[in-house]
T-cell receptor, first 111, second 112 residues
């Protein structure tokens, strides 16, 4: 079983739609959680950290459920520029510096 | 403000050759990392370094060697390249006070 699992998609949604991505992690001792974004053939970039109480950054909302070991990302009012692969990332190795990346969920926002 | 750079950006080599991928960061970040990214596997950590002269293995270190004599540089060497090492290699760095990792643009390596 992978330490961090994501639905690979692809998700194809129209502009303006709301889309949600889910991620599960296997290590219950994991302490830090993130969503990164990766554009085609580019490097990953931090989208947002995920906090226990949930957090929002503009059109993006992240949720964490420690009991179910589940992380989500909600994108509202999708834009064409949101098209990318979204990586769920977990600090699962007991070291604050070793992050485990999910394989990513591909999103395409259609005009 | 160069940030984090990698060279070369593209490399074609042959099985058995030694290859060195370079990574340079201008932020004086303490931590540096090497990942490989393959379809179906996502990003996997090869090696990381907490400071100059301190390195440690990640998830997939076999066949790779690293060194870090200066804070800003973290070269990755494939001692004897194999076809299975064909991949996209990303270098990353992070500050000692935060977990956010900043990635370089990547090196696309093809081993024939």
């Amino acid at each position: 079983r992978k330490e961090v699992e994501q639905d690979p998609g692809p998700f194809n949604v129209p502009e303006g739609a709301t889309v949600a991505f889910n991620c599960t992690y296997s290590n219950s001792a994991s302490q830090s959680f993130f969503w990164y974004r990766q554009d085609c053939r580019k490097e990953p970039k931090l989208l947002m950290s995920v906090y226990s109480s949930g957090n929002e950054d503009g059109r993006f909302t992240a949720q964490l459920n420690r009991a179910s070991q589940y992380i989500s990302l909600l994108i509202r009012d999708s834009k064409l520029s949101d098209s990318a692969t979204y990586l769920c990332v977990v600090n699962s190795r007991g070291s604050a510096r070793q992050l485990t990346f999910g394989s990513g969920t591909q999103l395409t926002v259609l005009p | 403000d160069a940030g984090i750079t990698q060279s070369p950006r593209y490399k074609i080599t042959e099985t058995g050759r030694q290859v060195t991928l370079m990574c340079h960061q201008t932020w004086s970040h303490s931590y540096m990392f090497w990942y490989r990214q393959d379809l179906g596997h996502g990003l996997r950590l090869i090696y990381y370094s907490a400071a100059a002269d301190i390195t440690d293995k990640g998830e997939v270190p076999d066949g790779y060697v690293v060194s870090r004599s200066k804070t800003e540089n973290f070269p990755l060497t494939l001692e004897s390249a194999t076809r299975s090492q064909t991949s996209v290699y990303f270098c990353a760095s992070s500050d000692i006070l935060q977990e956010t990792q900043y990635f370089g643009p990547g090196t696309r390596l093809l081993v024939l």
